[in-house]
């Protein structure tokens, strides 16, 4: 009996030993499991590798880009060039033309300009004719030629401008005095005052509105008297 007490304590001893091994077996392989997962669950994701395409060497580019640069540089300097020599063409017909038309409107005004000092000029000839004529009888009486109108001469004298001032009374054809301011050319005629008589003459106008008479006026007669008296 005690012997196999013995033996049964002995296998109880193994067994348990049998089962801490086991044990401690199983506990190292679950330690070596979780140490595999930590290790793989740290390790980043592999991004996926991009395949660049070709550079030319820096070196090229640089070589490339002055030349690039000059054949840039000289096409615009060309075009400049060529838009220049345009406006200047542009130019030159403007000034050719504006030179075309001043000569133009010069040679015209100077020749209206003398057509019209030749007719005034004739006209006041005519008129001063006409008035020596009337007046070599009676030189302070003034004739319209074709009517039954006549005036006489009161008073004259010119101004310092050479205007003059000439005071006349209505003979027949009508009645009352008027004085009026006289420029020989060209022949024209403003009224200073008027009144039933030359000593009655109302206020004064001293720089009347002047008005170019034609020879059909009476009051041509008047100023081409008063041009001839005070020439």
Do not use: H
Not at 96 to 124: F, K, M, N
């Amino acid at each position: 009996m005690a012997k196999r007490g013995g033996i049964f304590q002995a296998f109880r001893t193994l067994f348990r030993v049998s089962i801490a091994a086991l044990a401690a077996v199983l506990a190292f392989a679950i330690y070596l499991n979780w140490q595999s997962g930590e290790e793989v669950a740290a390790v980043a994701p592999v991004a996926p590798e991009v395949v660049a395409e070709a550079e030319p060497p820096v070196e090229e580019v640089v070589e490339v880009a002055p030349e690039v640069a000059a054949e840039i540089s000289e096409e615009a300097e060309d075009a400049v060039a060529a838009l220049t020599e345009a406006a200047d063409a542009v130019e030159q017909t403007v000034e050719t033309t504006i030179e075309a038309v001043e000569e133009v409107v010069t040679e015209v005004e100077d020749a209206v300009v003398e057509q019209v000092e030749g007719v005034v000029a004739e006209a006041t000839d005519a008129v001063q004719d006409a008035v020596t004529e009337v007046t070599k009888a009676d030189p302070t009486t003034i004739m319209v030629p074709g009517t039954d109108i006549s005036f006489t001469l009161i008073n004259a004298f010119r101004r310092d401008n050479g205007a003059i001032e000439v005071t006349t009374e209505q003979l027949t054809g009508g009645s009352g005095a008027t004085l009026l301011l006289v420029t020989c050319a060209p022949l024209a005629v403003g009224t200073i005052a008027t009144g039933d008589s030359a000593g009655t003459l109302g206020a004064r106008t001293e720089d009347p509105e002047m008005t170019e008479i034609p020879l059909s006026d009476p009051r041509a007669m008047i100023a081409g008297t008063a041009c001839g008296v005070m020439r």
